[in-house]
Each structure stands twice: as structure tokens, then as C-alpha cells.
RNA sequence: GGGUGGUUAGCUCAGUUGGGAGAGCGACGGCCUUACAAGCCGUAGGUCACAGGUUCGACCCCUGUACCACCCACCA
């Protein structure tokens, strides 16, 4: 073996063996265990937040396996719409050609291109992170198999009533001609204006106070083309009387009424508002309870039209209505048509006053175009019936969150969910089964065929498909049952679903899970009929997030790829990738001096494993994780440790007997049944730890039994045995048994954390532990022996280490080289310690590295020395020509500050009455245990300090 | 406006039936001791955000405040 871990020596050979064989595929004889992948775009590359994700479900998975699960970790990519769509816009862009000049079909064969080109990316990535995902049974959102369930479900819902089309505002992004669902819109706080218009009144009416106008405040001007009201509080004194008259709207010239509704709050502004029911929200809602016309005064690309369209409120166009629209605004943008608004009415007298204004302004995730309710026909799914189901399960605790705190943000948004907008003006996607004739009538079915048989539709009647595809998440919320054969009733579905966990972050609660949970239960049924839940439990995991705590973005240039984690990466290069394909040259400069200083030397290689093993032990719940290169250079230091630990063991195991044998004969010592006592605990604790979703604590435990109980003693307390020519042959095979053994199960302990290094190890190790197989994989979990807790081992092992770090404590703090051999005298002990003495005189002599220990029974006199104390047992090291007096003495009154003030807190408590009457007996007992051991030492070392105080004066 | 989470050693974070405040990294001192200098040994460092309350006893439970982060929401 190498003298150093080299990660990259081993870790792609084991993950091409492991798939090659099989090792990923269902197989074990247990309870089936089932976890679906949050789908990657299938375009896309892996960033932090994967290969966060991925470790926690890959730790799952495999510790799972080793428990003899049925196990299925499956794969899968997402078409990702209007992401995927963009990018492969921005390529033609770059020549000067839009999708448009391609046309459908030709701009569709260039993005399969383009999957088919880069979709092996992120693949290649999860590969490289150890995930064992079954990559047999991938699938792709766009599958037939997964487009089949995806019509299935379409159709079925269209035909209980739960999906219909309708003409209502949407969220439009004018950059992409789309509509967005309400998730996708970003409100972004921005300082704006509120501008107070004056509307003037018709037919001479005149406000209460003699004003022949009414003033109006707006956040958007330009919209003022397409109101169709203003509206007032039905209670407001000022304008009871204006209820029913009308104004003319300035610019265009329409008379429009003034209605008094609810909505209005009278305290705020001038108490009147400006109703445009085709260009906002709560306007739509108003203009629906007083059947106002809508006015639509843009066209898609958010300018203003040549002439408006005014609809009725049954989605036709309201001919009564005056559709024109000032010459002056025609094909401007909405915030040139702003300016110009405003100028206008300024020049005629009608802006009573701007103030400045704070407003959210809403803006796509994908385009940051700002997004404008838009009146358009869509396709909604009706959300209320599957949201009612949805709310039960998370009520009832068949779908459980962890950490519980989700439940709430779950709850609150589900009990006031919107119908959801499914189409999307794209192309990239699944194309909506509905089909249309030439009267304008709506078919919807699996296929055109299957829509002319049940519409009795001749051959002759034209029909062409709706052109729109489905929200990218339509298909993502059948994942759970898609992926597993669905709407065939197969083998898999029946094993696999519910599956078990899910794994994500937060932030796809709303896009992902909820509506996972409302598609399941609707369309899967348990055998007895009732709804099947997606997963029982969902694990919510916190965002990756810089060193500095700022959330990871390619714009703010601190994306890390893993990949550069485990493999390292220059700085040159490093900034070059962040820097790559920046519009703003001054904005790659800062990227490039931020790296610089937070990678001065660029990233080392650290290896799959230590990346894996530190994204678990930052796993801690509900908490962001701020990527902290100190713990990731500290947790490759562990790899290196379980290395060079294998490392001793297998030299001193090798070719030598090992007690493998049923007849072997071996004796263990005393520290061979204390590891293998604290083994056990180990096992226990990373056991319940995984059990409740404690990524943290189980890495912690491993980590402290490996590296403190395991390496910094065992292996420490081994060399006295195996190198003692005196200790039997039957003491060195139990020693080297335990050693082998317990490596051997702090093996499988580690491999979910660290797949790679634990089966390279493994493989040498397997056969000195009398275990035999191909792969550590499918190796058994190590279950806790409660039998083989051996407190009594414990409690020996516990009093060595008390005088060894006596011992030491005093040879750092007097500065004692450390090969020099120093005698030791213990006095003061008893019976107990006199045995533990003779019985570990070796392991104390070399741990300590002592020429010789001395036993002085209570009184005798011992050297002058400077003493540590290990409960009772004074632990003298005699000062001659070694020890100052003067430091001794400085050192003697640390620890005696130390006990005074432990002593005076114990009193303080003992003293107060209240607490000796109403603490509990044995809490009591133990305060005052303490006490007198802390007193008994304080007096021993007074002594000691009195005796070597008197010495040189 | 409503809600959630956070505030513990210089940094990153653990710490639930309320009863001695921990780890890693960093700092300081000493060591190439035959697995490991990616190591070993030792040491220092914290009125647990603040203010009240409950309790014999609070990092922990309750109330309030401050600051940070996030989610949701229709105030023109």
C-alpha cells in the first residue's frame, strides 16, 4: 500500500466493477427500500447542491443494501422545458437564427441533438460521486414509457373534470412568450413611484369638495389604457354620491364608470383606484364581481398594441367596447409608453403628484424578465379535490417530514393553492393531447384516433393538435410511479411504491413534492382502494451555500463542481471556468479577484470520499451548509487515517496467524475486549443516527471511534503485545484478530460515507477477518452486540488512560523531551489500582514511555516530584535534573485555581438548602461525590505544592 | 403584513426526558517515537445574542427585544 491515500488511484477502478457486476440492482431478500432521484436536467451538470443531495441518498442507499433490503435507488433525468429550450436558443442566437426560422420540428431535432450530445454529462458526474444508482432501469421524462403516463393522466383528469381551458389573467414572460406557473414568478422589492392621476368626471358632477375630477394612484401608468372603472369604498362618505357616474378616461377618451366595491381601502391614497382587469390581478377579481369589460392593451411582446381587445367575461370579444387606443404609444414598450403616459398627462394638467413608492415587481426565475398578467387562453389543473387528499396524508403522518418544521410551510401553501397553469407557450416538452377542429371545439384523448372514434368525428373533419406543451413539472409530479411502469400494473410498481424516502431541498417543496404527493394519491390506489402515498417520508436538506454564506450562482461567480473538489483544480483555471461566458467584463474581474483570494492556491485533489464524508457531517437539520474547505481537508486527513490504520494492521497481520481458524486458538487481552466493547457503542450509535436521518451524528461517531478510540489507543495498545517477545502466541493471534476484525466492521461502518476507500481496503483485509465476497457492498451491516459491551474492560482501559495523560500532562507542560524514559511512582491508590497496576504495568510503561513504575503504598515517602492525579492515585515524576521548581509550582496552581473554583460551585449548590430538599436524592449524591473527590485532591496537591515550595527557600 | 429557522471558543458547527459546555479547523508549546508530519503529545480560549419569567437549578422551557437568513401575501 501506498505510505499516503490517493483517492484517485482507486476510485474509478471500484465504481466500474460495482456497476459491471450488477451491485446496484434490487436484489436483496429483505423489505424492498426505494428511493426516487429528484430527476437532474438532463442537459445540465452537476453542481454542490447534487452532489449534496446525492451523498445523503447514496449513504442511505447503501447502508440500506447492507442491511439485506430490497433496494432500489432510481435513476433518471428531467427534459427541464423551458431551461433546456433556452439553452439551445442562446446556440442559435449565437449564429443569428431563432427557433423560429427553423421551425418546430427542426428546432426539436436540434435539441435531441443536443441531449443526446451533453445528456451524458451529469451521468458521468453522479458516476464519479459513488452514487450506486440502478442504471439499468434509467428513465427520461420524455421517454415513451414516461410521455404515455404523462398523456394518461392528461386525459384522465381532463375527463373527471379536473383539467379545463380557460381564458384568464396569466403570469406571461414577454422574453419567452410563455406562461409561468405562480411558483415561477420572483417579487422582487424595487423603489418605483405611485403616480396620482385625475380623472375628470362627466356631466358636471363634482366631488363633495367642489373638485370636478377624481385622482387615481397608479404603480403602473401605462396600464391606465385599459381600465374599465374606478372604483371606491361602497362606505366612503367622499364619493357616495359619484357611485354610478362615470369619468373619461384621459388620453383615450372612454367613459368609464365608477363602481364602489369592497376591495378599495378608503385610508389609502385619495381612497379611489383605477380598475384594469386585464392587466392586473385583484383588478381581474374586481372586474368579474361588477362584469367590467377587460381591456387588453399589449401585445405578447409586452408592447402597446395598434388597437386593444375587449373581452367579455365568457371569453368573447366584447364588440360594444371602443377598442382604440391613442396613436402615439403604438409598439412601445410598456416603460417607454410609461414615459410618455406620464409627459402626456402632465402636459394637459392631469398629474396631481409623484411620490416615491416601494413595490415588488414580478420577474420570470428563468428569463428575470419582468412578468405581465396577461389574458390568455391556458389548461388548469383543478387543485382543490387533490390538495384535500394531499393535506390528509401529511395530517395523518403517512407522509412524514423531517425536519417536522416543513409540515407548516407545506400546510399553509396547499390550504390556499391556485388551480394550476399546466401549458406552456414552448416547444421543448410534451405536447398537450388535445386536439381542435376548425369550429374552434376542444378534443381531448390519447391520440387523434382515439379523439375521432369518441367524438364520432369524420374522417373529413380537419383536427390539429394543440400547440402548446405542459409545465415541465406535470410530468416530474408522476415521478414516483412513472419511472416504475406506470399505467401498467408491473412487478416494480407493485414492490416499490411507496417508496421510502425522499431526499431534496426546500426550495422544490411547492414545484416537486407537494404536487408529487396530489398526482400519487389520485391515481394510485392501495389494493384496498385507498389513496397510495409517494414516499413515507420526506428528508428536507439546506442549501449549499459559499464560504461567506452566499447561496451559489453562476452570476455571482462562486459555483463550485464538485468534481474540482475531488479531483483539484488550478486557480487559473478555476477562475476561468467561473469567468467563462460573463457579458460583463468589469463583473469577471471581481469573480476573478473574490477566487483569488478564496483559493490562493486553487483546490487540491481531496477525493469522492472525503467530499461525501463532509457534506454528511454538515447534514445537520434544517441549516443551510456554508462549504467550509477546513473540514473538507480535515475529513481527506481522516481517509488518509483509516488508511495508514489499514496500513499497520496489515503488516502486522499478513501472513501471520490472525486466530481465523475454527480451532484457532487465540486469548484476548484487556484492550482487545475494550475496542470490541466500544465497538459495539459505535455500532449502536451510527445505527440510530442513520435511523433518524442524523447524517451529522453518525459521521461524528464514526469519526471519534475511529480515529480516537480505535488508532490514538487500540493500535497503540497493540504494539506492546506484538512486539513482546515474551507475550504468548495466543495473546498475539487474539491481538491480531481484533485487529483485523474490528477494521474489518469499522469498514463496513464507514462505506456508506466512504464507498471508495472502504472497499479498496476492504478487499485486502476481508480474508485475514475470516469474510469472504465480491464486494463490500452487499457485505452485512454490523449490528450492535449488547453482549459484548464489556464494562469492566472499559473501566480498566479508562484508569490507563488517566495516568498515561497524567503522565503526559506533566511531561508537555515541564517540557520533558519526549524519548526520554522517566520513572514513575504511584501512591495513595488502592487494592483496585495496586491490580490494575501489575496487571497493565507494560502498556503503561510504553504508552508512557517509562523506565520503570513504582508502587508506594499510602504514607511512604516518594521524591520530590511533580504530580498528576488520577482519582485517588497520586502519579509522582520525580524532578531531579528534570523539572523546574518554579514551574512545577505554577503548574500546581493552575489545577489547584482549576478545583478551587469546581469546589466552591459544588458548596455554593450543597449549602442551599432548596436544592438538597427538592433535587432528586441520587442528583444530590452525585454533587456531593464530587465535592469530596475535588476536595481530596485539592488537599493532596496543596501537600505536594507545600513540600516542593519549601524545598529551595 | 403573516410565518419559519438561526444567534454557543478566532472560524465552521454539535449539544431534548433542564443537573459537570464539546468537536473539527485555526492559535500556542514540544516532537521526524519503526501506520500516518494529511502525523503524534500537551496547552490556552466561551457571563451559550440581550432582557425578564418559571424552577432548588436554564445553552435547554415560557414571554419579549435585537440582529441575520429564508418562505408566503392582492394594498392601488
Redesign the pocket.
Known sequence: MD????PGAIEQHWYQTWEQNGYFQPGGSGDPYCIMIPPPNVTGSLHMGHGFNNAVMDCLIRWRRMQGHNTLWQMGTDHAGIATQMVVERQLGAQGVTRHDLGREKFLEKIWEWKAQSGGAITGQLRRLGSSLDWSRERFTMDPGLSNAVREVFVRLHEEGLIYRGKRLVNWDPVLHTAIS??EV??IDTRGH?WHFRYPLVDGAQTLDGRDYLV?????PETMLGDTAVAVHPQDERYRDLIGKTVRLPLVGREIPVIADD????????????ITPAH???DYAVGKRHNLPLVNVLTSDAKIRAQAEAFDWQGALAMDVDTHLPEAYRGDDRLEARAKIVADLEALGLVEKIEP?A??VPQGDRSGAVVEPFLTDQWYVRVAPLAKTAIAAVESGAIRFVPQ?YE??YF??MR?LQDWCISRQLWWGHRIPAWYDNAGNVYVGRDEAEVRRKHQLAPDIALHQDEDVLDTWFSSALWTFSTLGWPEDTPELRTFHPTSVLVTG??II?FWVARMIMMTMHFIKDQGGSPQVPFKTVYVHGLVRD?E?Q?MSKSKGNVLDPLDIVDGIGLEELIAKRTSGMMQPKLADQIAKRTRREFPEGIAAHGTDALRFTFLW?A???????F?L??L?????F???IW??A??VL?NAEGQDCGAGEDAEFQLSLADRWIISRLQRAEREITEALEGF?F??AA?AL??FV?SDY??WY??LS?PVL?DEAASEALKAGTRRTLVRVLEALLRLAHPFMPFLSEEIWQRVKTLAGKAGDTLMLQPWPEANAGRIDSDAEADIAWIQRV??GV??I???M?I???RKLPVYLRGGDATDRARLEANRGFLQRLANLEAIHWLDTGADAPVSATALAGQLEIHVPMAGLIDRDAELARLD?ETR?LEQ?ISRLEG?LS?T??V????PE?VD?ERE?AAVATDALHRLAAQRERIARLGS
Open positions: 505510505k499516503t491515500y490517493q405562480d411558483l420572483e417579487n405611485l387615481v394612484a397608479t404603480t403602473r376591495y378599495v381601502d378608503p385610508a389609502f391614497g385619495s381612497g379611489c383606484v383605477k392586473d390581478f385583484n413608492h413595490l415588488k418544521q407548516n410551510m399553509a401553501w390556499d426546500f426550495d411547492f464560504s454564506g447561496k454538515l445537520s437539520t434544517g441549516r443551510d451548509i456554508k467550509d477546513g473540514r481537508e480535515g475529513n481527506r486527513n481517509c488518509n487515517k495508514n490504520a496500513r499497520y503488516m442524523r451529522d451524528h461524528q469519526y471519534e480515529w488508532c490514538d493500535l497503540e504494539k512486539w498515561i495523560l503526559r500532562n511531561r508537555g507542560e517540557n523531551a519526549p524519548g493552575r482549576k469546581e449548590k442551599n432548596k436544592f430538599d427538592n433535587a432528586p442528583v452525585r464530587k
